[in-house]
């Protein structure tokens, strides 16, 4: 179930959207995922600080601030459709994924 806070927010965006698909997804889940993306960074001879991550699915917001806390600084998570600009993306990770409701 959606809290107000994100019901609203997804009235705020850049873009038309389903209510239903924003769902801030936990700073415990990308905790998890942490020593997988180390793994890569580390493959590509990087470090948390300059992995390229891609977000898509924008949701609140809160996906910079929750990866930042973990050490990964490069994190590309706009309000913007994504569909419509994720060709001209530059990352080496597209994490989650984008909104899925709808005719896409």
Partial sequence: ????????QAERLAFEADPDDHAETPRA???DIAPAL?????R??????TLAIYDPYYCAGGVKARLGD???ASVSNENVDCYSTWR???F????TNPPYSGDH
Avoid: P
């Avoid at 959606?2 to 609203?8: A, C, F, G, I």
């Avoid at 590509?44 to 600080?49: D, E, M, P, T, V």
């Avoid at 080496?92 to 994490?95: E, N, S, T, W």
């Fill in 44 to 49: 590509l001879g990087k470090s948390r600080a």
């Fill in 38 to 42: 180390d793994w890569l960074a580390k």
């Fill in 70 to 72: 973990l050490g990964f």
């Fill in 1 to 8: 179930k959606r809290s107000e806070e994100e019901r609203d």
């Fill in 88 to 90: 001209d993306a530059s």
């Fill in 29 to 31: 889940a990308y905790a």
């Fill in 92 to 95: 080496d990770v597209l994490l």
